[in-house]
């Protein structure tokens, strides 16, 4: 009898413990289950870094990677780790298993997350399906489930390339050194304006920008007739391209801008608001288009501050964020004697991860002319200050 009677009561243990188990999984902290809502509430980014590991350490870096040469971010391993692969989970004893790339690219189709595998099992509402268990109480963030969205749209890859690097340096850029409206086409254009430079723009056409830091102010001249900053800054960009094509035949193409003095008291910036921007600024420096005195003379006395060489410049994009290298002058090959990475801080505020994304970009994109990578010859116009390593292509 009394083995009768402790039979029936772990039964009724049982029975108790998997109405538990059943109650718990359909509800979460007292909420009732229909209330729960995990579907993706927020906007896929394209721009978003996401890798699938945490570190990538990019192409073209030193020997022994240099502070400016690895990304480092959350990526999708991590992510899916610390949700679904846990030791007592889908990293344990629970199939399907979910500790490296080719467990979890069993679950994707690559390019569409809406027809994959995981995206569905974290974002669906059916409680039989839904990972990570409602019980675990531990919902994925919103960022984490845009990261693995951007992941398989862009391809599932263990590694990153140009895909992944390209869509997020731009926005690291175009928000970065645009924001206090230093990099950007307003100002740009602004001074270039009030100077009389060009035909139909008058000083009342312009506004006055402060830029306060915690040392310092600086005041930039704005254009914010917005038709004409456009019409004015496209134009401006086909003048320097046509120039630059064949400054023998198109001499008469050369834009007539200036950075600095005699033309302008205030400070000026060379446009980065998008990635057509960002192009001509690596190919033809500001340095180069911009020059702070004049170059050339016409034939009617007007005076032009664009050099006629694109190539003799001493400073660029990557040489202009990154301290942790040198840039040699294209045309010469002469090194600077030290960097010129100021930018990445005094203006965008990028970090160590921002700066090696931008190169990673940089030295990917198939736009960006090898000579600005690797200068005339495949000799190099990048080199680490510290081990002297020159960046060349391989």
């Known amino acids: 009898m009394k083995q009768v009677s402790s039979l ?22 007292g909420v009732n289950s229909d209330s729960i809502d995990r579907s993706f509430k927020g906007t896929p980014d394209s721009t978003i870094f996401s890798p699938f590991y ?22 999708v391993l991590s992510t899916i780790k610390e949700y679904c692969g846990i030791s007592t989970c889908h990293g344990g004893p629970i199939n399907p298993k979910l500790a490296t790339y080719a467990d979890i690219r069993k679950l994707v189709t690559p390019g569409n997350p809406e027809a994959s595998k995981l995206w569905e099992l974290i974002t669906t509402n059916n409680l039989n399906k839904t990972m990570p268990p409602v019980n675990a109480t531990h919902e994925l963030a919103l960022t984490d489930k845009n990261v693995i969205y951007t992941w398989i749209k862009n391809g599932a890859k263990e590694n990153p390339d140009l895909a992944d690097f390209r869509p997020a340096a731009i926005r690291t850029i175009t928000t970065g050194c645009v924001s206090g409206n230093c990099h950007s086409v307003i100002t740009s254009t602004g001074s270039w304006a009030r100077a009389g430079l060009i035909p139909g723009m008058v000083a009342t056409d312009t506004t006055t920008f402060a830029h306060i830091r915690s040392s310092s102010i600086t005041y930039y001249c704005q254009l914010s007739n917005v038709a004409l900053r456009n019409t004015v800054w ?39 608001s998008s990635y057509d921007d960002i192009l001509m600024d690596i190919m033809y420096p500001k340095s180069i ?14 005076k032009y501050y664009t050099k006629g060489n694109f190539l003799n410049a001493t400073s660029s994009l990557v040489s202009r964020i990154d301290s942790t290298i040198l840039l040699a002058n294209p045309f010469t090959g002469v090194y600077a004697a030290s960097h010129q990475g100021d930018m990445a801080y005094s203006d965008g505020g990028l970090t160590p991860s921002d700066i090696a994304l931008i190169k990673a970009w940089y030295f990917a994109d198939p736009n960006i002319p090898d000579i600005n990578k690797y200068g005339t010859g495949n000799n190099g116009i990048f080199k680490y200050r510290k081990t002297g390593t020159v960046i060349i292509k391989h």
């Open 289 to 302: 288009r911009s020059n702070s005195s004049v170059v050339y003379t016409d034939g009617t006395g007007k």
């Open 54 to 75: 945490d570190v990538t350490k990019i192409n073209n870096s030193d020997a022994l990677a240099d502070v400016n040469d690895n990304i480092n971010v959350k990526g």
């Open 234 to 272: 496209n134009a401006y960009k086909d003048s320097v391209r046509k120039f630059f094509s064949d400054t023998v035949a198109f001499a008469s193409y050369r834009p007539c801008k200036t950075f600095s003095t005699p033309v302008t008291k205030t400070s000026v910036r060379g446009s980065l």
């Open 8 to 29: 029936k009561t772990a039964i009724i243990i049982s029975a108790g413990l998997f109405l538990s188990i059943l109650i718990t999984q359909c509800t979460k902290t």
